[in-house]
């Protein structure tokens, strides 16, 4: 085997270009790795799981048009053998336990420096699982909660949304950004509108569902037929 074929062949999701330049430097002074191509929306990553297989993936959530978490699904059956990375803002349970059903092997917040990412690599690369340690601290404690000790009972119930409920395409159009990982400030940038006006859309749309969360809103909104992503 040549030196070039030894090398972590990787792959880069990312939209912010100076996160991704700095991930793909990184990566380059990294004797064993190269980067075999970067994208930065949702689209253009999809289309180019088209080409050879990539050996890690390191990827966003938030994409400009869609989440990076469609990606991850699609890798994960397009190349199975791929390890998937996924580096992101966003620590919340519903994104870290959807990213990994979709076939995420590690999950890292975006507080550490580019630099250490190639290390970060090489773990997932040899088999294992590189995770922040308050994303760690997250999984732990929905594993204690969904042990074999807990019942039916006592399992957390699924928030039933009330019948009948109606949502402004405005508040849809929160829920559907939220549903991609977008953050408030994000969203208001997006919709053209202050982080205050995107908190009162939010308030309305925790009463209409009689919800106190952002990922039950997301759930009671699904369960409820009221998002299309």
Same mark, same amino acid.
Request: proline share 5%; net charge negative.
């Given at each position: 085997?040549?030196? +070039?074929?030894?090398?972590?062949?990787?792959?880069?999701?990312?939209?912010?270009?100076?996160?991704?330049?700095?991930?793909?430097?990184?990566?380059? +002074?990294?004797?064993?790795?190269?980067? !075999?191509?970067? /994208?930065?929306?949702?689209?253009? *990553?999809?289309?180019? =799981?088209?080409? @050879?297989?990539?050996?890690?993936? &390191?990827?966003?959530?938030?994409?400009?048009?869609?989440? $990076?978490?469609?990606?991850?699904?699609?890798? #994960? +059956?397009?190349?199975?053998?791929?390890?998937?990375?996924?580096?992101?803002?966003?620590?919340?349970?519903? #994104?870290? !336990?959807?990213?990994?059903?979709?076939?995420?092997? %590690?999950?890292?917040?975006?507080?550490?420096? *580019?630099?250490?990412?190639?290390? /970060?690599?090489? !773990?997932?690369?040899? $088999? $294992?699982?590189?995770?922040?340690?308050?994303?760690?601290? !997250?999984? =732990?404690?929905?594993?204690?909660?969904?042990? @074999?000790?807990?019942?039916?009972?006592?399992?957390?119930?699924?928030?039933?949304?009330?019948?009948?409920?109606?949502?402004?395409?405005?508040?849809?159009?929160? =829920?559907?950004?939220?549903?991609?990982?977008?953050?408030?400030?994000?969203?208001?940038?997006?919709?053209?509108?202050?982080? #205050?006006? &995107?908190?009162?859309?939010?308030?309305?749309?925790?009463?209409?569902? /009689?919800?106190?969360?952002?990922?039950?809103?997301?759930? *009671?909104?699904? /369960?409820? %037929?009221?998002?299309?992503?």
């Amino acid at each position: 085997m040549s030196a +070039q074929n030894a090398l972590i062949r990787v792959a880069i999701v990312e939209d912010d270009p100076r996160t991704r330049d700095a991930l793909a430097k990184a990566i380059h +002074q990294a004797p064993d790795m190269t980067v !075999l191509w970067t /994208e930065n929306t949702c689209q253009a *990553a999809l289309a180019a =799981l088209s080409r @050879p297989a990539a050996d890690v993936l &390191v990827i966003d959530l938030g994409l400009p048009d869609g989440s $990076g978490i469609d990606v991850i699904r699609a890798a #994960h +059956q397009r190349w199975p053998s791929c390890h998937v990375m996924v580096s992101t803002i966003f620590g919340d349970e519903y #994104h870290v !336990l959807q990213s990994i059903e979709a076939g995420a092997h %590690g999950y890292l917040l975006k507080d550490s420096p *580019a630099e250490t990412m190639a290390d /970060e690599i090489r !773990l997932l690369h040899a $088999g $294992g699982s590189p995770v922040s340690p308050m994303i760690a601290r !997250l999984i =732990l404690s929905r594993l204690r909660a969904d042990g @074999p000790q807990a019942s039916d009972q006592s399992a957390p119930a699924r928030v039933p949304a009330r019948s009948g409920v109606t949502m402004s395409p405005r508040e849809t159009e929160v =829920l559907e950004l939220f549903t991609k990982g977008f953050t408030y400030e994000e969203i208001a940038q997006r919709m053209g509108v202050t982080r #205050h006006t &995107v908190q009162t859309f939010v308030r309305r749309i925790y009463a209409k569902l /009689e919800v106190g969360s952002k990922i039950e809103a997301i759930n *009671a909104a699904r /369960e409820q %037929g009221l998002l299309r992503v």
